[in-house]
Nanobody
Framework: QVQVVESGGGSVQPGGSLNLSCEVS????????IGWFRQAPGSEREAVSC???????YYADSVKGRFAISRDNAKNTVFLQMNSLQPEDTAVYYC??????????????????????WGQGTLVTISS
């Protein structure tokens, strides 16, 4: 059973930064990559970013250049540094398996309907 400890959410003004962290236990896969998806009220789930065990990353177009994902394999922890936050980034962020490796080993996001949270998520609110 996968267990996660998610933290780092909060409320900041537009242009601000937050750093999310997710400590994961009970998960091991060569096919899936861990990361973050988000869900805003009234919206479908969106794969935000993921990182492979070798450190390759995927980013949604909406966050490229603003978010950076990293991992500490020794601590089984994944981080998401979020900069230049905007109101449209407001959502609950969930740590989960977010991507899969295709047949040429490119990271692809899991479709929204198949994204499933491991934990309660952490709320990120961007507001002036």
């Amino acid at each position: 059973q996968v267990q996660v400890v998610e933290s780092g959410g909060g409320s900041v003004q537009p242009g601000g930064s937050l750093n999310l962290s997710c400590e994961v236990s009970g998960f091991s896969s060569e096919y899936y990559a861990i990361g973050w998806f988000r869900q805003a009220p009234g919206s479908e789930r969106e794969a935000v970013s993921c990182i492979s065990s070798e450190g390759r990353a995927y980013y949604a177009d909406s966050v490229k250049g603003r978010f950076a994902i990293s991992r500490d394999n020794a601590k089984n922890t994944v981080f998401l540094q979020m900069n230049s936050l905007q109101p449209e980034d407001t959502a609950v962020y969930y740590c989960a398996k977010v991507c899969w490796h295709d047949y040429v080993d490119i990271l692809r996001p899991i479709s929204p309907g198949e994204l499933n949270a491991w934990g309660q998520g952490t709320l990120v609110t961007i507001s002036s």
